[in-house]
């Protein structure tokens, strides 16, 4: 399953970015993100407009792979809550499912317990969406209806990339 | 693996750099950002030693265009070369769509493009690839050096597959662009193919 196409469509998005907004406001958060394991960026709320997302994104990933790295080498599953204090922000990151990181900052204006707490709430909204979603993109590769823009590509649009 | 978003619009790819210590892999990456228009390029993020060694992995994500009203993102990871990093090279391996093996030209060097050639394969199937199925390209890097290999021979050692392969002098550039530009070409192509109907 790891290594099928991750697709996103328009209703799970937007599913996706109405708890991610709930869990910011609700926690009290600086801003809340959702990373595939790859290190791609699902979906983003809050204060994030002085913040690099991408490279946020990458390195999350990073950090919960090595850490899944300790976790085996110990004989555990996984590690599937991580925290990491600062002197300003701290940063609470979970696994959803096998395959979804979500990633909560904040400040003094929350609090580790509260953060938990609504985390958890979320987690499992999420997860069923993204187990619906897989579900979903799975049924559509073996019925091979997956659509993808891809399809009908050519070798002209590919040139035309590097042509600038 | 490929994300396709809808909502946004967007398509990412992950290409990974890999290949022996000290090959170029990272000095690829910088060339690359150094050479990208600031509105096409993210951050480059190095996790790197003190002395510079690649510890975890280096990161840079490009925008290419668009494609049938999609952003055509490709994000550029560097796995650590050295022997005794392979964990991190397994991890950096998941979820990959494309690889640059570059190889070090000089000839002594020759045993261990090899060794790392076979490692890449031996940690793809431990991911649930093969090297057939995933599109990679080599690049023999540091044609400059005098001690360099002849061309015809490093390609009887690596390149039994007959992959698109380029020579290269990364730290001036040279091949540099080719060797990506023939990658995300190859990745695109296969992205087509497995959607395609």
Do not use: W
Request: proline fraction near 2%; charge should be negative; charged fraction near 30%.
């Amino acid at each position: 399953m790891e290594n099928t196409q991750f697709i996103l469509y328009e209703e799970e998005y937007k599913k996706i970015n109405e708890i991610i907004l709930r869990l910011a406001r609700e926690a009290n958060a600086k801003f809340v993100f959702l990373v595939d394991k790859n290190g791609q960026l699902i979906a983003h709320c809050g204060d994030t407009e002085d913040i690099d997302t991408t490279s946020l994104a990458s390195l999350t990933a990073g950090n919960i792979a090595a850490t899944s790295g300790l976790a085996k080498l110990l004989g555990e599953k996984e590690f599937s809550v991580l925290f990491h204090e600062g002197e300003r922000d701290n940063i609470h990151i979970t696994l959803i499912g096998e395959r979804i990181i979500l990633v909560v900052v904040f400040d003094h204006r929350s609090s580790l317990g509260l953060v938990r707490l609504r985390v958890k709430k979320a987690s499992q909204e999420l997860k069923k969406i993204f187990d619906e979603l897989t579900e979903k993109i799975q049924k559509e590769m073996q019925a091979e209806e997956l659509e993808s823009p891809f399809s009908e590509i050519t070798d002209e649009d590919i040139e035309n990339l590097f042509s600038e | 693996m490929s994300f396709i978003n809808y909502a946004a619009r967007e398509i990412n790819c992950k290409i990974v750099y890999y290949g022996p210590g000290l090959g170029g892999k990272t000095t690829n990456l910088q060339y690359i950002y150094d050479k990208t228009n600031p509105k096409s390029k993210g951050k480059m993020i190095s996790l790197a030693t003190e002395t510079e060694r690649t510890l975890f992995f280096d990161f840079l994500p490009l925008n290419l265009g668009e494609i049938k009203g999609f952003k055509v993102r490709f994000h550029l990871y560097t796995v650590p070369g050295q022997v005794f990093y392979d964990a991190s090279r397994k991890l950096i391996l998941k979820g990959v769509d494309g690889i640059v093996f570059v190889a070090d030209s000089q000839i002594e060097r020759m045993d261990a493009n090899i060794e790392s050639f076979e490692n890449m394969i031996g940690n793809l199937e431990e991911q649930g690839y093969t090297i057939k199925s995933v599109p990679y390209v080599i690049q023999y890097n540091k044609r400059d050096l005098p001690n360099a290999a002849p061309v015809d021979e490093m390609k009887k050692e690596l390149n039994k597959d007959n992959v698109p392969d380029f020579e290269a002098i990364a730290i001036k550039g040279t091949g540099v662009f080719d060797t990506l530009k023939a990658v995300t070409k190859l990745v695109l192509i296969d992205l087509k193919r497995k959607t395609g109907a």
